[in-house]
C-alpha cells in the first residue's frame, strides 16, 4: 500500500501563488508516476499534471501550462506542484495520486493510490 498525504492549499486572492506538496509513504518504490488531479465545485475531477519519480518527465492540462510547475523530490518521497498566476477558476480540491504503470497518463482511472485532498481557494 501507498499513503498519499496533500498539503499546503488555502485561501489566496487572484494572481496570487501557492504550493502544494504531496508525500508518499509505503510501498513507494511500486509507484512509478505521480500525478495531481482536482476537482472543482460541482464539477467531474480533473487531471491537471504529472510526472515520473525516474525521469522527471511531465505533462500539464492545458488550462494550467505556463503558470503550474509540477516537481519531485526522489530523497523525501514527495511530489509539489508550484501553483503562480491563480484566476478564481483554479478554485478546487486537489488531489494527488500514484500510479504504478510507467505510463505518463492523464486518466484518472489508472492511478492506484490517492490522498485526501487539499482545499484550494481562489478569490477574485
Known amino acids: 500500500q501507498v499513503q498519499l498525504v496533500e498539503s499546503g492549499g488555502g485561501l489566496v486572492q487572484a494572481g496570487g501563488s501557492l504550493r502544494l506538496s504531496c508525500a508518499a509513504s509505503?510501498?513507494?518504490?511500486?509507484?512509478?508516476?505521480m500525478g495531481w488531479f482536482r476537482q472543482p465545485p460541482g464539477k467531474e475531477r480533473e487531471f491537471v499534471a504529472a510526472?515520473?519519480?525516474?525521469?522527471?518527465?511531465?505533462v500539464y492540462a492545458d488550462s494550467v501550462k505556463g503558470r503550474f510547475i509540477i516537481s519531485r523530490d526522489n530523497a523525501k518521497s514527495t511530489v509539489y506542484l508550484q501553483m503562480d498566476n491563480l484566476k478564481p477558476e483554479d478554485t478546487a480540491v486537489y488531489y494527488c495520486?500514484?500510479?504504478?504503470?510507467?505510463?505518463?497518463?492523464?486518466?484518472?482511472?489508472?492511478?492506484?493510490?490517492w490522498g485526501q485532498g487539499t482545499q484550494v481557494t481562489v478569490s477574485s
Open positions: 495520486a500514484a500510479d504504478s504503470s510507467g505510463m505518463l497518463t492523464r486518466r484518472a482511472d489508472e492511478y492506484d493510490y
Open positions: 510526472t515520473t519519480w525516474s525521469t522527471g518527465w511531465t
Open positions: 509505503g510501498r513507494t518504490f511500486s509507484t512509478s508516476v
